[in-house]
């Protein structure tokens, strides 16, 4: 006779023990890990990092003064998606004969002002030096450097400039310009006369507009004068750059 079990080897009513759910869940952890860490990673993958444009408006709030000697700027970008590109703005005088002002690294819709109080001292051995880092390179950065002039017994501005770069002045007729120089140490730019106090910030013949020719991460400029007496400003307009969106 022939018996016949009536308990199938594995009904479908089967529980597995909690021992056997651990374990599957032992081998399942990691894939879930992963899964999260991807994201993260791809969010600036070389294929998404592609050139967006900046616009750094001194003016807004963009820009945060901290002191007469530093500030900063986080600059959003124009595409879609670009992430910010932080700017860090600091000065430093090179003797106790500088003394900066309330307004110097002040941001308004002149510009970025540099200013020194009276009695400023000439020479460039008293100079002000501010430098600009930019969080990661940037490309056609350009700028103008504003209401370079002069003033008779009071200041004949003197402006130089670091990083490849080619730049424009007003022309003043017979092949002349009004700015003179290449703004580099020993060639500044400056007014081609010393007595013409020009509007401040507003007229183009104390305007030097600079573009850069290579990526940098960082410039910074000079700013002094060779005649002694009272106070001396200048004004840095808007900066416009590309660079990587992320």
């Given at each position: 006779m022939t018996i016949t079990s009536s308990r199938p080897a594995r009904p479908d009513s089967?529980?597995?023990?909690?021992r056997t759910v651990l374990r599957a869940a032992a081998w399942t952890a990691p894939a879930v890990s992963v899964a999260v860490a991807v994201p993260a990673y791809a969010a600036c993958s070389p294929a998404s990092a592609k050139p967006s444009s900046y616009a750094l408006s001194w003016g807004s709030g963009v820009y945060t003064r901290s002191s007469a000697a530093s500030g900063a700027a986080v600059v959003p970008g124009a595409a879609i998606g670009a992430q910010p590109v932080n700017v860090v703005v600091t000065s430093s005088v090179s003797s106790s004969r500088v003394v900066r002002t309330a307004q110097n690294l002040l941001g308004s819709a002149q510009g970025l002002e540099l200013h020194h109080a009276s009695p400023i001292?000439?020479?460039?051995?008293?100079?002000?030096?501010?430098t600009f880092n930019f969080s990661r390179q940037v490309s056609g950065l350009t700028f103008s450097i504003k209401d370079v002039d002069s003033s008779q017994g009071g200041w004949w501005d003197r402006v130089e400039l670091s990083g490849a770069r080619k730049?424009?002045?007003?022309?003043?007729?017979?092949?002349?310009?009004?700015?003179?120089?290449?703004?580099?140490?020993?060639a500044p730019w400056y007014y081609y006369d010393g007595n013409t106090v020009l509007p401040n910030s507003g007229d183009s013949r104390g305007t030097v507009t600079v573009t850069y020719t290579e990526a940098v991460s960082s410039i910074s400029l000079v700013y002094w004068t060779s005649v002694g007496g009272s106070n001396q400003r200048i004004w840095l307009s808007n900066f416009s750059f590309t660079s990587s969106s992320c």
């Open positions: 089967y529980v597995p023990s909690r001292s000439a020479g460039r051995e008293h100079r002000q030096t501010v730049f424009e002045v007003a022309p003043r007729g017979r092949r002349n310009t009004h700015v003179l120089g290449s703004g580099v140490q020993g």
